[in-house]
C-alpha cells in the first residue's frame, strides 16, 4: 500500500481507500464463509494472528474493524484483488448482502464506508483537527506513505507525504525555535525478538535540542502513540545520559562537575520521536498509553550508544 486517502462525507459518514493487497476474498478455511465476512463480523480474527500477513500489527486482538461494523447503522465493503471487484453490505454488524462479484479492475486495494450508529452515540461529528494530526503522525512513521484527507463539509484537503520520516518529524515540531543544532540526529537499532522465530524489533530515534526549557518527547509502538512512554522512553533517556556523560569524561569537558550531567539537564530543550516496530508489544492497557515490553528498553539503550 503506497496510497490512502480518508474522506468525511457530508453526513458525517466516512470512508477510507487505500491502494493495497484488498482483503482476502477466498472461502475461509474454518468459518466456511467469505474471509472479508469474517474479518468483519468475528472478534479475534485479524491478519496479526497470521505472522505471514506482516511482520507487526498496532492493533492487539484483532477487534477494532469488527468493532467498527458492529457500532456502525451501515457500512459498505468494496475489494478490488487479482483483477476483480467485490462488493458486501452490513448493517449494524450483520451481512445484509453476499460479498458479490461486481466487475474487473485492473488496480487493487480495499474501501470501506460507513456511518456511526446515532442509536449508540448521541453525537457523531468527527473532528477535522484530530484526524489530520492522528494522519500526519502515520505519514512522518511511514516515509514514502501518501496520505491524503479530503472534509467535504468545509472543502478542507490535506496532502501528506514525509518523505524524511520521524527525522522531518523532529524537524517540523520545532519550527519556529531556535534550533541548537542541524540536522536532527538519526539513531536506530535491531534485536531479534524474544520466543519469535525470524522476528526482529526495530527502534528509531530523531533527536534535536532547542533553546527552550521543556521537554518535547513523542514515543510510538506500531505507528500507536504511547503518550505515557513507557520502556523504550525508560531505554532512551538512560542511553543518553550515559552516552553524553561518557563522551563529555573522555574529552574533559565535565571539570567542574563530579558527578556528571543529570537526565533532567539533558531534558531540558530536547524535541524527540522514539518510534519502535515490535512483533508482540505489551502494553499497561488496551488503550496503548504505555509500552511495558521489557526487552524494549535494553534496545533503546543500545541505539543511542
Not at 500526519?136 to 514514502?144: C, D, F, K, Q, T
Not at 499497561?284 to 550508544?305: F, M, P, Y
Request: hydrophobic share 35%; glycine share 8%; with cysteine.
Amino acid at each position: 500500500c503506497k496510497n490512502i486517502e480518508v474522506r468525511i462525507h457530508y453526513d458525517n459518514s466516512i470512508t477510507v481507500i487505500d491502494d493495497g493487497r484488498g482483503m482476502p476474498t477466498d472461502m475461509h478455511p474454518t468459518e466456511h464463509r467469505p474471509t472479508p465476512e469474517v474479518i468483519m463480523t468475528v472478534l479475534h480474527a485479524g491478519g496479526k494472528f497470521d505472522k505471514k500477513s506482516y511482520k507487526v500489527s498496532g492493533g492487539l486482538h484483532g477487534v477494532g474493524v469488527s468493532a467498527v461494523n458492529a457500532l456502525s447503522e451501515w457500512l459498505k465493503l468494496e475489494i478490488r484483488r487479482e483483477g476483480k471487484v467485490y462488493h458486501q453490505e452490513y448493517r449494524r454488524g450483520a451481512p445484509v448482502t453476499a460479498l458479490v462479484e461486481m466487475g474487473v479492475s485492473s488496480r487493487t486495494g480495499t474501501s470501506v464506508s460507513f456511518k456511526a450508529d446515532t442509536e449508540i452515540f448521541s453525537r457523531v461529528e468527527y473532528s477535522y483537527d484530530t484526524l489530520s494530526q492522528r494522519l500526519r503522525e502515520l505519514s512522518y512513521l511511514n516515509p514514502g506513505l501518501h496520505i491524503v484527507l479530503v472534509d467535504e463539509r468545509t472543502d478542507q484537503k490535506l496532502d501528506m507525504n514525509a518523505a524524511g520520516g520521524i527525522t522531518q518529524f523532529v524537524t517540523d515540531l520545532n519550527a519556529g525555535k531556535e534550533r541548537i543544532h542541524e540536522p536532527p540526529i538519526y539513531l536506530s537499532g535491531t534485536q531479534p525478538a524474544p520466543e519469535i522465530e525470524d522476528a526482529e524489533i526495530v527502534v528509531d530515534v530523531a533527536i534535536q535540542w532547542n533553546d527552550s526549557y521543556s521537554e518535547n518527547v513523542f514515543c510510538f509502538t506500531n505507528n500507536i502513540r504511547n503518550k505515557d512512554g513507557g520502556s523504550h522512553l525508560t531505554g532512551f533517556r538512560q542511553a543518553l545520559t550515559r552516552t553524553i556523560n561518557a563522551y563529555a569524561t573522555a574529552n574533559n569537558l565535565l571539570k567542574d562537575m563530579k558527578a556528571g550531567l543529570s537526565g533532567s539537564d539533558l531534558q531540558e530543550g530536547l524535541c524527540s520521536v522514539v518510534s519502535i516496530k515490535h512483533p508482540d508489544p505489551k502494553f499497561s492497557n488496551q488503550t496503548k498509553d504505555r509500552l511495558v515490553s521489557s526487552e524494549v528498553a535494553e534496545i533503546g539503550r543500545a541505539s543511542c550508544r
